[in-house]
């Protein structure tokens, strides 16, 4: 059973995993050195204790201490509880959902270890807002997509605000980073899967056209929001492929249209 142990100093060493949540360039450099990232809510934290993050301790608000009782019995890590401004002077924000924890990151996959077994793949290009890397793990995990092949420019998955939009869906979908890029597409390519770069682009094929979900074997590439994939991304395509539009609409923000395009690539799978 972890200890309940109440901190009425914010600068209490005890809550450094906390401490400026809201200073991104701080937390991306901070967290992934140090090998932690913050699960916020209670969902969340419960969604990633199943999906096997160790729990490195917890920040509650004493309202939420009966809520979690049952992941405070199971976890043998400190939990500290706090009063509201308390954790707003520490985290920098008022946490409106009053619980924290701060969870163990664990050694990503390799690309080769995802490849052998997935069907469908995502591939993600500098996609550096973490709002959009959220909602894209959101529709990857409702949609059925296997797995999630990052750019070495990508944001970081389990940064707070990808983890809070995904709704803990970053945990159900394993990804790795590619090391080299576009080089390492090349693997994806060895692997047997068929490289279709989505882009809004009118030379490309219509997703209805190329009916990806009749494909063995897919890895579907999003570039970043406005800029989209770049040229030599779209050069190592083996398919340039869009989503019709209608009304003079030239695109959708890449969360919407990339859980367009996870449909078409999944629909007339197996769902077993």
Not at 38 to 60: C, F, P, Q
Not at 111 to 124: C, I, K, Q, Y
Not at 205 to 225: F, I, K, N, Q, Y
Request: aromatic share 6%; charged share 25%.
């Amino acid at each position: 059973m972890a200890d309940l142990i109440t901190v009425e100093d914010p600068d209490d060493p005890r809550l450094r995993d906390y401490t400026g949540l809201t200073d991104v360039e701080l937390r991306r450099r901070r967290e992934p050195a140090e090998g932690l990232f913050i699960a916020e809510g209670e969902k969340v934290i419960r969604r990633a204790g199943d999906a096997g993050y160790a729990m490195r301790s917890m920040l509650l608000s004493a309202k939420w201490v009966d809520a979690m009782r049952d992941v405070i019995d199971e976890a043998p890590a400190p939990v500290y509880v706090v009063a509201p401004e308390l954790a707003e002077r520490v985290t920098g924000y008022h946490v409106h959902r009053g619980a924290l924890a701060s969870m163990q990151r664990k050694p990503l996959p390799t690309p080769d270890g995802l490849l052998r077994t997935a069907r469908s793949v995502v591939v993600m290009e500098s996609v550096n807002d973490h709002t959009n890397i959220g909602a894209i793990f959101r529709s990857a995990a409702a949609l059925g997509m296997d797995a999630v092949l990052l750019s070495p420019d990508c944001a970081d998955p389990l940064y707070r605000r990808s983890v809070k939009v995904s709704m803990g869906a970053v945990f159900a979908v394993p990804y790795a980073r590619l090391d080299t890029w576009p080089q390492d597409l090349r693997q994806v390519r060895e692997a047997g899967f068929t490289l279709l770069a989505l882009t809004p682009d009118e030379r490309a094929r219509s997703l209805d056209e190329v009916a990806p979900h009749t494909l063995d074997r897919v890895a579907l590439m999003l570039g970043a929001e406005g800029d989209g994939l770049s040229t030599r991304a779209l050069d190592a395509a083996d398919a340039w492929v869009r989503i019709p539009m209608s009304h003079g609409v030239d695109s959708l923000n890449v969360g919407a249209a990339a859980a367009v395009a996870f449909y078409a690539v999944a629909t007339g799978r197996p769902t077993a």
